[in-house]
């Protein structure tokens, strides 16, 4: 049988199970789950697996799993392919889980549902009897941010370091076997087309900001306080007026929330917090912006004569993607839509865990449509759930079959090719180098 040959025969056998690939898409979305608490979903991926015959691992890195599957014609490196768990917190969303505000507003169900087409796909065909390495099926959690006093909370009690999935995975050497890894990532841009492959991503560092004041009746003796809402509002402002002094090639991305602005309004607030993230192209790119970020906070302590607790924390690092890999991608992509139908998405300025692991093996994180609406927004719908569950799973089967076909030639060519930034600890050591707490008294 040709490699072609196989991978229609995988494909096939994907689409005749395309209704059950479809309900689990459709699962997860009833049932969203915030990072690293994702019980509910690791479980129905877990059994989903078990039902292939595989022996899967869970509980990694809190509730990832994963399950191997060796090909038969030799050793070779290992291709993981990866989804994301995690749903996010969305105000306004018609589906949003009305006790922890989760929703599915960035298509982490359609990574599973596509995650476990393939692997019915490649498992159901024996397609990996004639292939030479080996498959990890990775179900990954928390590459959402947000629900940040929760994970530190987890830090402090030694349950978690980093805050995100990928970036613990890393840390805990669950990845330390994985040569090559890809996911497909579920776009409702009309731009991006059916699929695209992006060039890069942004970077990011995460940020707390605690101001703390003064309390004192805000009616009747005001001066006697020192107002950190002030103090906060202050630090945004002078935030807002640094943008112009970003480089528009550094791709700068900086945007506060403010989590705690007082306690009662009759008091002058003793105490505000912000959040933000530092993002940005490259990572001299973030830590200049970021030593600027640190100057406007400062700036809005000194000013009411507050003090400021600056926490920068070790976030996510720049996607590179391999360009070995995306040429793969777009073969097979177009093979599926249609020639020229894979476009090219050049960098994008929103984040991903998906950049960690980039740094240190070569990896594709491409795109594909079936939804609609604004990423991270209250309208994000799946519209066409084949394009957005099924097709993910078929392009990710062909991508191992291609790549792990005829001794693992194709991905050996991809390890052959790479210059990784980082190796495995050089990453760890330099995450745990970004993390600093820093006492700013205005006063």
Not at 312 to 341: E, H, I, K, S, V
Not at 390 to 413: C, I, K, S, T
Not at 427 to 436: A, D, K, M, N, P
Request: overall charge negative; proline content about 5%; hydrophobic content about 40%.
């Amino acid at each position: 049988m040709t490699r072609d040959e196989v991978k229609q025969r995988v494909g096939e056998a994907i689409e005749r199970h395309a209704d059950a690939i479809v309900a689990v898409g459709e699962a997860i979305r009833r049932h969203p789950e915030l990072g690293f608490k994702e019980s509910r979903t690791a479980a129905l991926v877990e059994a989903k697996f078990r039902e292939l015959g595989l022996a899967p691992r869970s509980g990694l890195a809190l509730t990832g799993v994963r399950a191997d599957v060796a090909g038969g014609a030799g050793p070779g490196p290992t291709f993981a392919l990866l989804g994301e768990l995690d749903a996010l917190v969305v105000a306004g969303h018609p589906e949003a889980d009305p006790s922890t505000g989760a929703v599915h507003a960035c298509g982490h169900n359609a990574q599973i549902a596509g995650l476990v087409g393939a692997a019915i796909g490649l498992v159901t065909t024996k397609a990996l009897d004639g292939l030479a390495g080996r498959v990890a099926f990775m179900a990954v959690p928390a590459e959402e941010g947000g629900d940040l006093e929760w994970r530190l909370n987890e830090v402090r009690e030694g349950r978690l370091e980093f805050l995100g999935g990928k970036c613990e995975l890393l840390r805990l050497g669950h990845l330390d076997d994985v040569d090559l890894a890809m996911m497909i990532h579920t776009t409702p841009r009309p731009e991006d087309g059916v699929a695209c492959v992006p060039g890069s991503n942004n970077g990011r560092f995460g940020k707390t900001a605690r101001f703390l004041g003064r309390a004192a009746h805000a009616g009747g003796a005001p001066h006697l306080g020192v107002n950190a809402l002030y103090a906060a509002q202050i630090a945004l402002t002078a935030i807002n007026a640094l943008r112009e002094t970003f480089r528009d090639d550094d791709t700068i991305r900086v945007h506060p929330i403010l989590t705690h602005g007082g306690s009662q309004v009759n008091v002058i607030p003793a105490e505000a917090r912000l959040e933000t993230y530092v993002r940005g192209r490259t990572l001299e790119g973030i830590r200049d912006a970021n030593d600027k970020v640190d100057r406007a906070l400062r700036a809005g302590a000194l000013a009411l004569g507050a003090s400021v607790e600056i926490e920068t924390l070790p976030g996510y690092l720049p996607l590179r993607t391999d360009p070995t890999m995306a040429r793969a991608f777009r073969q097979n992509a177009d093979g599926l839509f249609g020639a020229g139908a894979c476009r090219e998405a050049g960098h994008r300025t929103g984040s991903t865990d998906m950049g960690d692991l980039s740094q240190v093996i070569p990896v594709v994180h491409p795109y594909m449509g079936g939804a609609r609406g604004a990423g991270h927004g209250a309208d994000y719908e799946i519209v066409d759930p084949h394009l957005a569950y099924v097709m993910p799973a078929r392009a990710m089967a062909a991508m191992v079959v291609d790549l792990l076909w005829d001794g693992a030639g194709g991905a050996r060519e991809v390890i052959a090719n790479a210059r990784p930034a980082m190796t495995r600890q050089s990453y760890v050591e330099f995450q745990r180098s970004i993390r600093r707490r820093e006492v700013y008294r205005g006063a």
